[in-house]
C-alpha cells in the first residue's frame, strides 16, 4: 500500500508561485506515475500534471508554461519515499482549487491509484 502525504498549500496573490510536494512512502517500487489533480467548487476533479516513472510529463493545458511537475525517486531513504513535487507559478485566480496528489502502480501490479487528503491552494488579492 502507497501512503502519500501533501504540502505546501496556502494563499498567494495573482502572479505569484506556490511549490506543492507530496511524499509517496510504502510499496512505492509499484509506483509508475506520481501527479497532480485539482478540484474547484462546483467543477469536476481535473488532471493538472502528472509525471511517469521515465520523468515523461503531461500538463493541462490551462497550465502549460506556469507549472512545471518533478519527481525525486529517493530509494536510498529510510523509509524509502518518492516525492512529486508541483511548482506553480504566475497564478491566476482560476487556479484557486483543491489540489490532489495521485499515483498510478504499473499494470503489473495491478494498476490502482492513490489519493492525497488533499491541500487548499487559494490565489487571491
Known amino acids: 500500500q502507497v501512503r502519500l502525504v501533501e504540502s505546501g498549500g496556502g494563499l498567494v496573490q495573482p502572479g505569484g508561485s506556490l511549490r506543492l510536494s507530496c511524499a509517496a512512502s510504502g510499496s512505492i517500487f509499484t509506483i509508475y506515475s506520481m501527479g497532480w489533480y485539482r478540484q474547484a467548487p462546483g467543477k469536476q476533479r481535473e488532471l493538472v500534471a502528472v509525471i511517469t516513472d521515465t520523468d515523461s510529463t503531461k500538463y493541462a493545458d490551462s497550465v502549460k508554461g506556469r507549472f512545471t511537475v518533478s519527481r525525486d525517486n529517493a530509494k536510498n531513504t529510510v523509509p524509502p519515499k518518492n516525492t512529486v513535487y508541483l511548482l506553480m507559478n504566475s497564478l491566476k485566480p482560476e487556479d484557486t482549487a483543491v489540489y490532489y496528489c495521485?499515483?498510478?502502480?504499473?499494470?503489473?501490479?495491478?494498476?490502482?491509484?492513490?489519493w492525497g487528503q488533499g491541500t487548499q491552494v487559494t490565489v487571491s488579492s
Open positions: 495521485n499515483t498510478r502502480d504499473y499494470s503489473d501490479y495491478g494498476g490502482g491509484e492513490n
